[in-house]
């Protein structure tokens, strides 16, 4: 079943609002990027509809977070927009793509860096296991939300970014690389 990724955005922001036109504008990038991988590599039989959809709506749990350059006012931390956003696609029944939302922040969390750095989440992993939501999670990377940027980051940048984070998450962006671009 096909479903409208921008009826299902403005069920949650309005038409004209600042997040929703980031949202629109970030999950087109991500979304063209996740299937151009598709369309080089037919051996990952990844569910193309379903990938264009998770990629326009991966981000939408940022609403209830503290993020006003994004529009958004809310009072959780950043860090919890994907289980928001798994949260607000559940309560539509949309529990697959509501993974891909919960799976794709950082390169995926372990349920021990959650223990480990007191991160404000449930204590469960949640690291993206299928090849669809590995494809999101990769292709979000290359892309800010920054309503000023719309270049796409080089592998370099996206690692210095991650490396913040820990070498765990270098480890499993360039685990993605190496896949998305080279292959088994």
Request: hydrophobic share 35%.
């Amino acid at each position: 079943m096909e479903i409208d990724p921008e009826a299902i955005l403005t069920e949650f922001y309005p038409v004209g609002s600042k997040t929703r036109e980031l949202l629109l504008h970030h999950g087109l990038q991500v979304a063209r990027k996740a299937l151009d991988i598709i369309d080089r590599f037919s051996w990952l039989n990844a569910h193309r509809q379903f990938v264009y959809e998770a990629a326009m709506l991966h981000d939408v749990g940022i609403g209830p977070t503290k993020s006003p350059k994004l529009g958004c006012s809310g009072d959780l931390p950043y860090i919890c927009h994907g289980v928001e956003g798994r949260k607000m696609l559940e309560k539509v029944g949309l529990h697959r793509h509501g993974l891909v939302c919960e799976r794709h922040v950082g390169v995926g969390i372990c349920k021990e860096e959650i223990r480990l750095h007191k991160l404000p989440l449930p204590e469960r992993d949640m690291v993206p296991s299928s090849i669809e939501e590995r494809l999101v999670c990769y292709a979000d990377k290359f892309f800010s939300k920054s309503p000023k940027t719309n270049n796409e980051k080089s592998v370099d940048t996206i690692q210095a970014n991650l490396a913040k984070y820990g070498e765990a998450h270098v480890t499993r962006f360039l685990r993605l690389h190496r896949l998305f671009t080279l292959g088994p």
